[in-house]
């Protein structure tokens, strides 16, 4: 068993992105956003699931817009080009699984 921390920092900086974990081929990155923040578009090798633990944010993925909040989840296949902006402060969970 591992209890890692994932503090809420938003209140001290803005962005901030840590990576909380690896485990056989996954990786897992808590990312928190204050609002109006940006992640330019960009690509993964590996599945992505995106669990939002607060907030809400905004993602474009293969020219489709989509929200993100904390009742669903957003899977996005390898190599499905996204990029997001954060529409309130946010705190996500970021998980990539690589095949």
């Not at 503090?7 to 808590?30: C, D, M, R, S």
């Not at 960009?42 to 995106?50: E, F, G, N, P, R």
């Not at 489709?64 to 954060?86: C, F, G, R, W, Y």
């Amino acid at each position: 068993m591992e209890l890692i921390e994932t503090p809420y920092l938003l209140g001290e900086k803005n962005k901030h992105i840590q990576k909380a974990l690896n485990f056989n081929k996954t990786q897992v990155v808590n990312m928190q956003l204050q609002k109006g923040e940006k992640i330019a578009e960009h690509d993964s090798m590996a599945d992505v699931l995106i669990i939002v633990r607060s907030g809400k944010v905004s993602f474009v993925v293969e020219g489709q817009t989509v929200e993100a909040a904390p009742d669903n989840i957003l899977h996005m296949n390898p190599k499905e080009k996204h990029s997001l902006t954060a529409i309130e402060p946010s705190d996500l969970l970021v998980l990539q699984i690589t095949p």
